[in-house]
T-cell receptor
């Protein structure tokens, strides 16, 4: 978990609320990712960013939004449009995505558990 | 379609015995393969990866994995299991090509090591 922090550790959301999950890294990595983990389903990619001010949808982007204004930060907003947001959310980073960096390891933060009340 | 399969939901092993956690993959081209471990309510920790070269890869905490191209497998192994190895293990494959470092994860295998 070293080098990537996520906050809060636990988050509770009421119906109709937007909530924002924080992800910060001090690894000087260019690429950052958001995954959702549900029991028995492994991890699914929500959004990724290869560089500041650029991000792309992953496999399950509906109901989520992101921003990448700084290299170190990649916050995820879970909007009221996300119908089933209760899950464990994991942020990851890697040094890059192209050339030799394609083989680089993704390192993960400690996660945020979101529960809808 | 690109995919990763972990055929066992749970593996039980006695402490001190060897352990194997299985992983098979289906991708076009040469795969890059990864193993991660997750302890309860924690993020994923990187164990090891195969990119190219020797088929036997050694990683953290005494784990190793063997890449078998003909069987499209990348099984995780440890010669002597510890109770502290009990956790959730994920195999992942990087999809070759494309513009970003996409990983496809298996569903995970829960390892239980009994004293």
């Amino acid at each position: 978990d070293g080098g990537i922090t996520q906050s809060p550790k636990y988050l509770f959301r009421k119906e109709g609320q937007n909530v924002t999950l924080s992800c910060e890294q001090n690894l000087n990595h260019d690429a950052m990712y958001w995954y959702r983990q549900d029991p028995g389903q492994g991890l699914r990619l929500i959004y990724y960013s290869q560089i500041v001010n650029d991000f792309q949808k992953g496999d399950i982007a509906e109901g989520y939004s992101v921003s990448r204004e700084k290299k170190e930060s990649f916050p995820l907003t879970v909007t009221s449009a996300q119908k089933n947001p209760t899950a464990f959310y994991l942020c990851a980073s890697s040094s890059g995505t192209s050339g030799r960096a394609r083989t680089d390891t993704q390192y993960f933060g400690p996660g945020t558990r979101l529960t809808v009340l | 379609a690109q995919s990763v399969a972990q055929p066992e939901d749970q593996v039980n092993v006695a402490e001190g015995n060897p352990l194997t956690v299985k992983c098979t993959y289906s991708v076009s081209g040469n795969p890059y393969l990864f193993w991660y471990v997750q302890y309860p309510n924690r993020g994923l920790q990187f164990l090891l990866k195969y990119i190219t070269g020797d088929n036997l890869v050694k990683g953290s905490y005494g784990f190793e994995a063997e890449f078998n191209k003909s069987q499209t497998s990348f099984h995780l192994k440890k010669p002597s299991a510890l109770v502290s190895d009990s956790a959730l293990y994920f195999c992942a494959v990087r999809v070759p090509g494309g513009g970003y470092n996409k990983l496809i994860f298996g569903a995970g295998t829960r390892l239980a090591v009994h004293p």
